[in-house]
């Protein structure tokens, strides 16, 4: 009867809620031992600049490959990460290989911007500033080839002091970005008080455009507003040509998202890109889009 059914639902949701709660304090115990196992990969998701179809910079994503658990997507850990603290050391290490990868990179003739995100965690951490100095010095890399990925609740949470603190470290050179814009409820105008050179317009946003008149206004508004603020527009999450062509005709500076390319290893990079032809000129030509895709 329904007793029983309510009964077994109960159980299966006891079951259930065990099961990820064992699963947790795994995920727990080996997020511990992945740095030093060496589990986690940043892959690298290119950005192109719509006037010149050219790649100007690339954002590093992590992967955690987990012996037991496969590869493991961000969503999967970072919150988990950020819960207990193990995204400040991990956060760390990726500052130091995006640094690491984006000074071979250069080295070997490519310059390109590499995008880290941040977490709130971090951002919190009174060791950040440092830790960026010397990722960047122990990289030899130039700041200017640094990006910074930030959120809009990460700065509005406490303003002030956020803003002295992006105020110091952009003397490093490094660029700023406000990740997944339009999900918060900051506006632009308020956010333009911060030292920021970048924004990124959420994927929620991008994802119904151009079907959606009320998120293709508002894309419009934002890039708009960007580059009247002064500010690169990124949309992020193009997949399809309509969206290419709509954020072209209202001059979206970049864009980021599977329409051009999903998040690929560092190696593969350069097959993305074809061997530069020119070097140090800041960008390498790309491909044609269909043979990238
Ligand atoms: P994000 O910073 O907004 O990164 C963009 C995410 O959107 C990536 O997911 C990327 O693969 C995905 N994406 C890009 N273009 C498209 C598209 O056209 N279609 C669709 N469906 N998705 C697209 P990913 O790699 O799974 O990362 C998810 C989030 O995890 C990131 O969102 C970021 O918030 C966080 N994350 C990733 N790596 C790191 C990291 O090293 N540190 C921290 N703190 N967070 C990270
Ligand atoms: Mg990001
Ligand atoms: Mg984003
Ligand atoms: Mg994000």
Redesign the pocket.
């Known amino acids: 009867g329904a007793k029983q059914r309510g009964k077994n639902t109960y159980q299966m949701y006891l079951r259930q809620m065990s099961m990820s709660l064992q699963r947790r304090v795994e995920m727990e115990a080996q997020l511990r031992h992945a740095i030093e196992n060496r589990e986690f990969t940043l892959f690298y998701q290119p950005r192109i600049e719509l006037s010149t179809n050219h790649c100007t910079g690339v954002e590093a994503l992590i992967r955690w490959n987990n012996p037991q658990l496969g590869l493991v997507m961000p969503s999967d850990f970072i919150p988990l990460a950020e819960e207990t603290g193990a995204i400040v050391p991990i956060g760390e290490w990726v500052l130091r290989e995006a640094c690491r990868q984006a000074a071979e990179w250069r080295a070997n003739g490519l310059s390109i911007h590499v995008a880290v ?1 941040l977490s709130a965690r971090q951002f919190a951490d009174p060791h950040l500033h440092e830790s960026i100095i010397e990722a960047l010095e122990d990289a030899r890399l130039p700041g200017e080839l640094l990006e910074l ?1 930030l ?1 809009e609740s990460m700065v509005m949470r406490h303003p002030e002091q956020a803003a002295r603190w992006l105020t110091s470290v952009k003397k490093t050179g490094v660029r700023l970005s406000i ?2 814009f339009g999900t918060g409820y900051s506006s632009l105008a308020y956010l333009n008080r911060f030292p920021i050179d970048l924004v990124k317009i959420d994927r929620s946003f991008i994802r119904n455009v151009p079907d959606s008149h009320s998120d293709t206004q508002i894309t419009s508004a934002v890039i708009a507003l960007g580059h009247s603020l002064g500010l690169t527009v990124i949309a992020e999450g193009a997949e399809t040509q309509a969206q290419i062509d709509f954020l072209r005709r209202e001059g979206c500076d970049e864009v980021q998202g599977y329409f051009f390319s999903r998040p690929i290893p560092a190696d593969d990079v350069w097959g993305f890109l074809g061997r530069p032809l020119q070097t140090g000129t800041g960008s390498a030509p790309m491909p044609t889009t269909k043979s990238v895709r």
């Open positions: 995100n990925e959120t990740d997944d």
